[in-house]
């Protein structure tokens, strides 16, 4: 079965550090990819997404992410992080012919340290 | 435009009791969804609709059932709620032209 895989349950970096966040989707097709974030207590907010083209997306809020074919990957980046990064990060895919339906990684949960 | 709400934001259930989440859009989206989040598992697809009067089965359709009997409404049912459905529960919409789906601000659940 398609499957989204987020390695890293639990990351901490310090305020101003660079941040990545890992992606992996399984083998195949290249699906479309995105990564939402989610806030304590809020829904989720796309931060960018891939369908085709230039493989360095850039998104909402400083972030961008780079995809890799040869690797299966969708990674998310930040140079600097800022306090109010601190949330929950998902990495979602479409796979070719599931209807639409998205795919979701198990997401991330990021801490940001003063 | 409000965009994707849900009702109500936080419910708790005894076990075997029912109830009924509503989602609303005002995105006029043809495709609305219904996902469930547990810690560690992402989210999971509970039902889909494609359409005004069409829904299908998701991931994890067991206990669950949904109604689109207008466009901007997806109704998810719990006819015997059980301690397994205690889980956050999000509503999504998008539109046929587009993959971005737009999520609602979610409803915790909790089934004692």
């Known amino acids: 079965a398609q499957s989204v895989t987020q390695p890293d349950i639990h990351i901490t970096v310090s305020e101003g550090a660079s941040l990545e966040l890992r992606c992996n989707y399984s083998y195949g097709a290249t699906p479309y990819l995105f990564w939402y974030v989610q806030s304590p207590g809020q829904g989720l907010q796309l931060l960018l997404k891939?369908?085709?083209?230039?493989?360095l997306v850039q998104g909402i809020k400083g972030f961008e992410a780079e995809f890799k074919r040869s690797q299966s990957s969708f990674n998310l980046r930040k140079p600097s992080v800022h306090w109010s990064d601190a949330a929950e990060y998902f990495c979602?895919?479409?796979?070719?012919?599931?209807?639409?339906?998205?795919?979701f990684g198990q997401g991330t949960e990021l801490s940001v340290k003063p | 435009n409000a965009g994707v709400t849900q009702t109500p934001k936080f419910r708790v259930l005894k076990t075997g009791q029912s109830m009924t989440l509503l989602c609303a859009q005002d995105?006029?989206?043809?495709?609305m969804y219904w996902y469930r989040q547990d810690p560690g598992m992402g989210l999971r697809l509970i039902h889909y609709s494609v359409g005004e009067g069409t829904t299908a089965k998701g991931e994890v359709p067991d206990g669950y059932n949904v109604s689109r009997l207008k466009k901007q409404n997806f109704l998810l049912g719990l006819e015997s709620a059980a301690p397994s459905q205690t889980s956050v529960y999000f509503c999504?919409?998008?539109?046929?032209?587009?993959?971005?789906?737009?999520f609602g601000p979610g409803t915790r659940l909790t089934v004692t």
């Open positions: 979602a895919a479409r796979f070719y012919n599931q209807g639409g339906k998205l795919i």
């Open positions: 999504a919409s998008r539109s046929g032209g587009e993959y971005e789906q737009y």
């Open positions: 995105m006029n989206h043809e495709y």
């Open positions: 891939y369908f085709s083209g230039d493989t």
